[in-house]
């Protein structure tokens, strides 16, 4: 197989990855930026760690790097409006202006109404290819009741529900 087919299976093979979608934040005061993220994933629980693929051509990116802090936010299927608003053309702190957003202690910011919210410290980096992979130690976890976690799959959105 050819290097592009390869890479185009492979884009096809992980449209088929259902994940829920998070918006990674970073920042502090008027210097918060995030990005939509579905390349977010658990390494470990001893300690809780997680990894976050941060293309380095994102606003997120040098922020990120200098600040070595983030917050990784569950996505709700009540914030469909925010994956466009994260992933667009808008930039910056102009990302904040919807959604129920809050500063934790560290000044990152929070989506008080997210499904969940992890607060990391990063405590490695790894570049690839066109991403940095930023794995952070979680030092703060805030839960929300309601699970409904907001799924990407094919391209689209999708909810997720208890199989009978």
């Not at 410290?121 to 790894?126: A, E, H, K, N, P």
């Not at 309601?146 to 909810?159: C, E, K, M, Q, R």
């Amino acid at each position: 197989m050819s290097e592009s087919t390869i890479a185009d299976d492979f884009k096809q093979a992980m449209r088929r990855l259902a994940t829920t979608i998070a918006l990674v934040t970073s920042g502090t005061g008027d210097s918060w930026t995030g990005m939509a993220a579905t390349a977010v994933t658990s390494v470990t629980a001893e300690p809780p760690t997680i990894l976050v693929a941060v293309n380095r051509s994102t606003s997120l990116s040098p922020v990120l790097s200098e600040h070595g802090q983030f917050c990784v936010n569950l996505l709700s299927e009540r914030h469909r409006e925010l994956v466009s608003l994260f992933s667009g053309p808008t930039k910056g702190i102009a990302r904040f202006e919807r959604g129920a957003w809050c500063a934790s202690d560290e000044g990152l910011p929070v989506l008080s109404d997210s499904v969940a919210s992890l607060i990391c410290t990063v405590i490695t980096t790894l570049d690839v290819g066109t991403h940095t992979l930023f794995i952070g130690q979680v030092s703060r976890i805030v839960n929300h009741p309601t699970i409904d976690p907001l799924i990407w799959v094919n391209g689209g959105f999708a909810s997720a529900s208890h199989l009978a």
